[in-house]
């Protein structure tokens, strides 16, 4: 291999991590209730969410409780488009009882993104909303 083709290889895999980066966001949202994202139970508290998309074009969120510093990262398996113009940040929640699970982000830029959740059933099923602060819009 020249040492033409490494460097046109180097600045090619250098422009794809900084092109995966580009899309970057963060979102901010106070969560009054522990919930479960990717197999892990969240605390209740403040929460940072932020979006990366890895250099293969895949997306992957986030969230970090600000209070304990802890965090977990799930991909979306579906997206979606709000309503034209629609750039409101929120977190949905299906509670059944006490127990919630995130199902959807909106992380500001006019898509929802479907989050994968354990299954849940029981009497008193509802959906809780709630809004958050796009911190960073790149």
């Known amino acids: 291999m020249t040492n033409f083709t490494k460097t046109l290889l180097i600045a090619a895999a250098a422009l794809l991590a900084t092109a995966g980066m580009a899309g970057a966001q963060t979102i901010q949202a106070e969560v009054p209730f522990g919930f ?38 799930t991909a979306p398996y579906a997206q979606s488009s709000q309503k034209h113009g629609a750039t409101a940040a929120w977190l949905a929640f299906q ?36 809004h958050a602060v796009l911190v960073n819009a790149e």
């Open 36 to 73: 479960h994202v990717a197999g892990k139970a969240m605390p209740a508290g403040a929460y940072t969410v932020s979006a990366s998309r890895l250099a293969g074009g895949s997306l992957v969120f986030r969230l970090t409780n600000e209070d304990s510093n802890r965090s977990v990262m």
């Open 95 to 130: 509670c059944a009882g006490d127990r919630c699970a995130l199902i959807q982000i909106a992380a500001g830029r006019g898509e929802t993104y479907q989050i994968p959740q354990p299954r849940m059933s029981g009497e008193g099923a509802r959906l809780a909303v709630i």
